[in-house]
């Protein structure tokens, strides 16, 4: 990839000190060698910033790849009629190509709206078909497949056995975890204790213990879901996830919602990640997550857009919007300011995932995941004297992201994505839709 120098951007930092500083930043390889001042390009290629303004790449915490090709099919209701009258059954009619044209469509919104990392979970089948996408594309991804082997209303194409999903989720993480030079890791993803034994948790606990890897999974999300939980394993479920030792700093749960005071006392103790899906939490009427409490306790909370059908987007600009408006109708203008906001989009990401000493900030040593804004448009006016965390969290869109490096990788140039095509993804996507709505 050789030398690499954006020259002369507003760059914001998220460093531990949140500098901002205006000048080069030097790459070598993938890597991230100097910040600030003027630097040599060596012979390497310029990139002439013109001061705009240079933040890393966003982190997201929570997202279903897989789920993309249903955007719009699963509106209007709430989570457990969403995913047995709609998600479920579109999932179980999945297929290799299916997923995999699911799979480049979330990626190309991803990179397009400045994400340059995500935290995925995909359906129980076909999973390969998703790594395959991800290695692609250049998006950096910790995925794994879904794991379900228990509950009411499983379509039988999701029904699992529970050795088999054990036994395939190792074979998955034993080819990809480490894949594209460690831009791919894996992660063990049962989907919620709704779906599945404890058999099958107490075996996931091992495993990921074994392999040093994640475990991803939905808590707290519905207080129907708590409901289900509680009369069949007799404990809410942070608790019960205690009980069997599966609360350790490798879990990380998606929306967490529904927390009462011993189960966050448990996420705090356990050092349990969080991920924010406010965009879905809202749409499904799920509820409203107390971060602000979260956060002050010294949770690691991330931000994720969850899937195309309960969002219906992609969108991490969108995510900080409503992830600081929401707390502040509960408590007051003061709560979750910008700063903040972007910390968690980046840094905070990068720590719930366990990759703080690799992303999430623009330092020397870390990784050359970049995102270039350009702010010289009406909406992000005027400039002088303001704020540039608020102009970036409270003003600009995904439309004002320009360039994205993952990995040392240009990734979109000029607002065009150069790793995908496009105009293929987009057919191949309705295309298989049609199909999918056929079988079902």
Known sequence: MGTTVIRDALIVTMNASDEIVRGDVKIEGNTITAVGGRQEADGGRIIEAGGRVLLPGFVQTHVHLCQTLFRGCADDLELMDWLRRRIWPLEAAHDEESVYWSALLGA?????????????????????SAFEAIRECG??????????????????????????????????LEKWHGAAGGRIRYAFSPRFVVSCSEALLIQVRDLAETYGVLVHTHAAENRGEIALVEAERGMRNVVYLDAIGLARPNLVLAHAIWLDEEEKRII???????????????????????VPGLVDAGVPVGFGADGAPCNNNLDMFQEMRLASFVQKVRLGPTAMEAR???????????????????????????????????LEDF?????????????????????????????????????????????????????????????I
């Open 108 to 128: 190309g919104e991803l990179i397009r709206s400045g994400t340059t990392t995500i935290l995925d979970m995909e359906t129980v089948h076909h999973a390969d």
């Open 139 to 172: 998006i950096r991804a910790v995925s794994g497949k879904a794991m379900m082997d228990h509950g009411d209303g499983v379509p039988p194409a999701l029904m699992e056995e529970t050795e088999e999903s054990l036994e395939e989720s190792v074979r998955l």
């Open 268 to 290: 705090r103790e356990r050092g349990v990640k969080v991920t924010h899906c406010p965009g879905s939490n809202l749409k499904l009427a799920s509820g409203i997550a107390d």
């Open 340 to 374: 903040l906001v972007l910390r968690m989009a980046t840094m905070g990401g990068a720590e719930v995932l366990g990759l703080e000493d690799e992303i999430g900030s623009i330092e020397p040593g870390k990784r050359a995941d970049l995102q270039l804004l350009d």
């Open 379 to 439: 909406h992000v006016y005027p400039s002088f004297g303001a704020d540039p965390y608020s102009r970036i969290v409270y003003a600009a869109t995904r439309g004002d992201v320009d360039t994205v490096m993952i990995d040392g990788e240009i990734v979109m140039e000029g607002r065009e994505v150069r790793t995908i095509d496009k105009g293929r993804v987009l057919r191949e996507a309705d295309r298989c839709l049609a199909r999918l709505m056929e079988r």
